[in-house]
């Protein structure tokens, strides 16, 4: 049960050859499934994945790979970590999650714990306070592959896996005007991230298209809360010329927003339309369920993995910038539907 | 900006003096929080931590501490989670994130993987299908504080934080009880763990107190996920005697059983009544919003990281058994509120 525990080992615990336990291991089709789970339990048991480890981390891997969030609470996040998870754990990765709750000298610490902890590559979302970019530039320096996914910097060298979010939001705007939506407002994200700006270009663009005129007044900038989601559309109700449907970059102020629509007797659909962003389960759970945009994050997650996976070990690969962009899917619920 | 950055180099670029930035790292009221924030900052985007690491490695110190959950998408872990955040974070330490998806391998691979990364400590929630112990012992051989929270193993030196489910479960069926409510199921989860079994013994203890017969059809262990809590209520409302209420040990089966009622035409809560646990935002967010049992989860990982700072670095405590109960709390909710 120490650090010494060879196949040789799991093999006489299992009275099988040494040649069976390392075909186990490597998932060779010629061993029965039953076999190779088998192996694989009492290897984990025996703590061999240890001493493969140790031996590792001569060579220099570590067969940990850092994934950095800014909060895993959020389905979307949660949901691109599964999707690294699936695609990183049949190779024999391990995943460490960090969150850094948007606050950029976290996201730093983090970069520069991993990169103590030896990982073989990181994979992250930056936080939206994150101005600098030189932890990032110590990563690419110690040629340990840097993915961002959803939120990202553009770093020559650094690969990412993105949605359109422009397509999403003018998938989400077209459709509210298709639905008789003439005053559309939008709530907003930080527009110093790409994605926020591209949901708001996105939005823009489907009015642009459909001859109606863009107003400043119909755009707020809001926290992903229910409370800034509340208080945000009420201001907007207050307007001469109040809206009659909500694009929302936020599940959670859309959620906000139709909470206190509905305390103020406003009938929706029939009188105020609602979609929101990210697909968030909740959506989907309410009585008055909300239509959302889907970013496909399990899908995001996987490719992540896969870029990552093309570069670790090939060190010629390390530095080839790959930009994977995913084609959003709008989910229409009840409330945008008038049919 | 690489490995040999000292306080001496932060004072540098500061413009004041090294004992004034080692005062302001370790949070001394001398020095004002201005100051002190600028010098955390500049100490992090200089990779000072860094440095401290590879020193604080020299004394067997790494200054991370792991936690392991079975998930984290689910509210209730990754609130614990943000309690240990917040208590350890103002101590130096930094929180690494590992998800076992309730296989017992993946929660051996994780332990080990942490070991290898000494980590200073691990906090962590056991997976459903654990059986063996080996892999809890090896921490404790390192001297390293093993933290259980909420599922946990009896063993010696281990210290655990946990809700008090059975008074949870309590007061929940109570509750029902004093609704009208007469025939009252319960949806159950695996009887291996306490938490579980707690929750289990709560609701026919309650049964018993107001002189309501336990009936063993009332009863069914279900997955906690939506699908699953459909299919149950819906066998259970074909007893020849269906019940007329549920108590369930998870809110997304609640959530699951409330929809198929409705989709059949029941009334809730005017002619069934339900109540879940954990308290996962959902259930405040819905419309018919669900009744559940609050575990404090941010106060347990507070608590968690408290007994993990008691005992590390006093390696006299490390063996010390500390078991903390925390108080349940039910939130009262329409889907069990008939007044």
């Given amino acids: 049960m120490d650090e010494k525990t060879t196949i040789y080992d799991i093999a006489k615990k299992l009275n099988i050859t040494a040649a069976t336990v390392s075909r186990a291991l490597n998932d060779n089709p010629r061993i029965s499934k ?11 048991k025996m703590n061999y994945k240890q001493n493969k480890l140790a031996l590792a981390l001569k060579r220099g891997k570590s067969y940990n790979v850092g ?31 960090s969150q850094t709750h948007e606050i950029e000298s976290k996201e730093i610490e983090t970069i520069n714990t991993l990169l103590n902890a030896q990982v073989d590559g990181i994979i992250m979302s930056i936080s939206k306070a994150t101005i600098g970019v030189e932890h990032f530039s110590r990563v690419l320096k110690k040629n340990i592959p840097l993915v961002f996914f959803d939120r990202k910097k553009d770093i020559a060298g650094v690969s990412s896996v993105t949605v359109d979010d422009f397509k999403g939001s003018y998938l989400a705007t077209k459709h509210l005007i298709e639905q008789g939506c003439k005053r559309i407002c939008h709530f907003s994200g930080d527009q110093a991230l790409d994605i926020y700006k591209n949901r708001f270009e996105g939005y823009k663009k489907a009015l642009l298209d459909s001859n109606i ?17 509340k208080k945000t559309i009420q201001k907007m109700m207050k307007l001469k010329n109040p809206p009659d449907a909500l694009f929302s970059s936020s599940d959670f102020a859309a959620l906000g927003a139709i909470q206190q629509l509905k305390a103020d007797g406003i009938q929706i659909p029939e009188e105020f339309c609602v979609v929101g962003f990210s697909n ?13 945009v889907d970013q496909s994050p399990k899908e995001m997650g996987r490719m992540a993995a896969k870029v990552f996976l093309e570069q670790v070990g090939d060190s010629q690969n390390v530095k080839i910038e790959k930009k994977v962009v995913l084609s959003p899917k709008l989910h229409i619920r009840k409330s945008s539907s008038r049919k």
Same sequence: chains 1, 2.
Avoid: C, W
């Fill in 67 to 97: 994934v950095i969030v800014p909060h895993i609470n959020r389905n979307f996040f949660s949901s691109v970590i599964r999707g690294v998870e699936e695609e990183l754990y049949p190779q024999g990765y391990h995943v460490i999650i």
């Fill in 280 to 292: 968030e389960p909740f959506t989907k759970f309410m009585e008055l369920s909300i239509s959302s």
């Fill in 34 to 44: 039953k076999t190779r789970d088998l192996v694989k339990e009492t290897a984990a």
């Fill in 213 to 229: 005129e863009f107003n400043e007044e119909y755009v707020t900038e809001v926290m992903s809360d229910l409370e800034d989601g």
